[in-house]
């Protein structure tokens, strides 16, 4: 399991990190998510990994709701306990309600069999599907 650096206890530049996440966020510094304490000893790829967050969650095309969905989505494919855990949190906040999160798991579950239905048949792509 990985070890958790309190924000108290981060160097400077995994603080600088924590505390433009909570900006955003409007939270103290000190209650920060975990996955952040656990790469504070990575400050490198916390910087990366914080980037590439704001930047493909932030506003664009994509309404907020339907990307926490997709990121949900992967986790669930991924079957991470934490991301499930955060980013259905986050969902719901978004205004994912119980009834559409029912909906949103049957799609993902028929889409993992389908999945793996067309792996394991090795079914080719149909030409009408291929990019031109």
Request: hydrophobic share 45%; glycine share 6%; with cysteine.
């Amino acid at each position: 399991m990985a070890k958790l650096t309190e924000y108290k206890d981060m160097t400077p530049r995994a603080k600088a990190v924590v505390e433009g996440i909570a900006k955003g966020r409007n939270v103290d510094p000190a209650r920060i998510n975990n996955v952040w304490k656990a790469l504070a000893r990575h400050p490198a790829v916390m910087e990366r990994f914080a980037e590439q967050m704001s930047v493909v969650m932030a506003p664009g095309k994509l309404d907020a709701l339907t990307k926490e969905l997709i990121y949900l989505a992967v986790s669930v494919t991924n079957q991470c306990d934490y991301c499930i855990a955060s980013h259905g949190a986050m969902a719901a906040r978004k205004g994912m309600t119980p009834e559409m999160h029912e909906e949103f798991m049957a799609v993902v579950l028929a889409a993992q069999q389908g999945n793996k239905i067309a792996g394991a048949y090795r079914v080719p792509v149909d030409a009408a599907f291929e990019e031109e």
